[in-house]
């Protein structure tokens, strides 16, 4: 049992950061809201081997893990890189291009009865369409759908449709896939989540440093440290579960997948949401203001912690794995 | 980003879990909370079967009889030790925990040599003599003087919140060794033989009710020179050795322990009923139980990062703080919610209408030391936003 990121793991989420902070610049942020879908950026995603990572030699991938994807969907947490990334690297196994980033694969979770309404991520830039459920999963022609587009989405980044009526689509997987899709889903939003977490936390330590009122920095106020301290603890115990997620996924002898999974959701999605609060309100005035990163952050964060099961949901069924183990 | 065991870890792990299986029953139940010489005796009995069966010390080197596991093999004996029911380090923890690893790591030859064969065969009770009225969070602030005089420290002061004092043999102690220089420079750490003249014990019972806490006054107590760990007033440095430890992997058994209290909540839910029903049905009670189990489960992952980047009797890293920070706010939690769970029985200190309240109260009412003792939250705060995040001082 060595816990700790190797070298190749390290390497390779380096060669991430450092690719996500020239490519996804947060000064960015305001001009990547107004345009759709970065095509070229997208395919500079799959040469870095975001989508075919996990894939066999074979079939082109790196024949890496569920270990590599979590760190990889951390750096892309961090960057606020936007796009169906979770969607597009689970689809490459099943939908031919997906790996390459030549076709854009975004999905729909309804795993779950619920009255939501259909909205669809990034419908506009999506080439298929495929969408979980109970019986396996289904492919959609995103084109071919009545689809309505929200004038507003919460998250700048995250376009959204409304879709009147989904009807049937194409099978493409049984029951099982769809299972362990959500399952993996869960681990690499887990991992965005956890690296939202540890950037807002970096940004906000940042800002305490340097920012002075009342003759000196804010950040040698006890008020402040203490809630950039508990930034601090929420991240790294949501890397903690991340981490412990993909390693479980990859390994299910040292622990039962789904419940390292809805651990790593419940913690991380707590972690993004408290950290990004905590980020707002120590950059204060400046925080609440649209030109600060901050509150993409946030919005990202809502748009994430819904996916592949909700913090109740997993909540849930952590009690059912306490109670099954009575 | 490994989580398998090796085969080794696992070859540890069943021998370890075998003779648990006959050695805890062997040990028989705890005595009662109050009776000190009872308490002793069972403790150190069990810390000499542990020794005498090769799994004290874990991370001690073997020449002072420890066993040199690796960090795997230590969460190993974490996992089982719980799973086991295996008893709590109880008198052994200063010693075993925290003045032992100390001296491992800062002890001359002849201190390791006379001390720690004996803290592991539980021949040897530590206790803690660092607080003191006026010194608590401020800890450099100690004023208790010790003067050289020859061969010989003369020691005058008043300890205060000293765990185990009334049944310890030796008590690692804080002393001010040079009142001139500033406050973080003029510090010993002293190895204290607690039968010395010149040392009274008065009991301080705990908001629990219980007499594990002692003043110590110490009145012109003749210390040899000998006994001092490290430089003459380098013990702040030492010090936070010693600290490290105890925020580090102290908490780890108990964090497993957790993960078993847990369940014993759980399994009270479904027995108890509210409002003519379950109180497992509660959806909301149920997604709490949950989402502590989704922290329990993220902490111990925590606890494994930790473990993996310290070396084999390496310092604890500073994370011990955020570690120590989460595990003793959650542990709150927990408790508090077997109270609620206990309900109008929560009121009793003795099991009553067939619940635990005992067990449940005792752990609601010493949490609440937990947050305070080792640094308190306040403090832990301070570590990780000055020394991890590089926040500037307040002063």
Known sequence: MDFRVDEDQEALRDGIRSFCEGRFALDQLGTLATQGLDRGAWRELAEMGVFQLRLPEAKGGLALGMAEAVLVFAELGRRLVPGPLAWSQLAAELIPGAASGEVVVGGLDRMLPSSDPVLVESLNDLDALLVLRPDGIQRFDPRALHSVPVATPLDPLTPLHVVSELGEGERIAGPAVAQRWRLEGGALVAAQLFGIAEATQELATAYAKTREQFGRPIGSFQAIKHILADTFVRQELARAAAYAAGATLDHPEVGEPSRAVSSAKVVAGDAALANARACIQVHGGMGYTWEMPCHYYLKRTWVLSGLFGSGEEHSEQLAQHVAAAL | ?395
Not at chain 2, 233 to 260: C, K, P
Not at chain 2, 357 to 373: E, F, G, V
């Open chain 2, 1 to 395: 980003m490994d989580l398998r065991y090796s085969e080794s870890d696992e070859k540890f792990r069943a021998e370890l879990r075998a003779w648990l299986a006959q050695a805890v029953p062997a040990q028989g139940p705890p005595p009662a909370s109050h009776d000190w010489p009872a308490r002793r005796a069972y403790d150190t009995r069990w810390q000499r079967q542990l020794f005498e069966a090769g799994y004290a010390g874990l991370n001690w080197p073997r020449e002072y009889g420890g066993r040199d596991a690796s960090p795997s093999e230590q969460l190993v004996y974490y996992e089982e030790t719980a799973r086991a029911g295996a008893p709590y380090v109880g008198v052994n923890f200063v010693g075993v925990l925290h003045g032992g690893p100390t001296l491992v790591a800062e002890g001359t030859p002849a201190q390791k040599a006379r001390h720690l064969p004996r803290i592991l065969r539980g021949e040897e009770i530590w206790c803690q003599g660092f607080s003191e009225t006026g010194a608590g969070s401020d800890l450099a602030a100690l004023k208790t003087r010790a003067v050289r005089d020859g061969d010989d420290y003369v020691v005058s002061g008043h300890k205060i919140w000293c765990s185990f004092a009334h049944v310890a043999d030796f008590g690692e102690f804080l002393v001010r060794t040079d009142p001139d220089a500033p406050k973080h420079r003029g510090i010993s750490w002293l190895i204290l033989p607690m039968d010395l003249a010149g040392i009274e014990i008065r009991p301080l019972p705990t908001l629990a009710g219980e007499g594990e806490f002692s003043e110590v006054f110490l009145n012109d107590v003749r210390v040899p020179v000998e006994n001092r760990v490290g430089e003459e007033n380098d013990g702040w440095r030492i010090t936070n050795v010693t600290l490290r430890f105890e925020r580090g992997t102290a908490f780890a058994s108990e964090m497993v322990q957790l993960q078993q209290f847990l369940a014993e909540l759980a399994r009270i839910a479904s027995r108890v009923t509210r409002a003519g029903a379950r109180a497992w049905d509660d959806a909301g009670l149920r997604r709490e139980i949950g989402h502590i189990a989704a922290e329990l489960d993220a902490l111990w992952a925590m606890v494994k990062l930790s473990v993996s980047k310290s070396t084999r009797t390496g310092v604890p890293g500073l994370e011990g703080s955020a570690l120590k920070l989460y595990y003793t706010e959650l542990y709150q939690r927990i408790a508090e919610l077997g109270m609620r769970l206990l309900g109008r029985a929560a009121l009793s200190r003795e099991d009553v209408g067939g619940l635990p309240s005992r067990l449940l109260l005792h752990k609601a009412l010493q949490s609440l030391s937990l947050t305070i003792a080792a640094g308190s939250s306040q403090i832990q705060r301070n570590i990780v936003a000055e020394r991890i995040l590089g926040l500037p001082k307040e002063r």
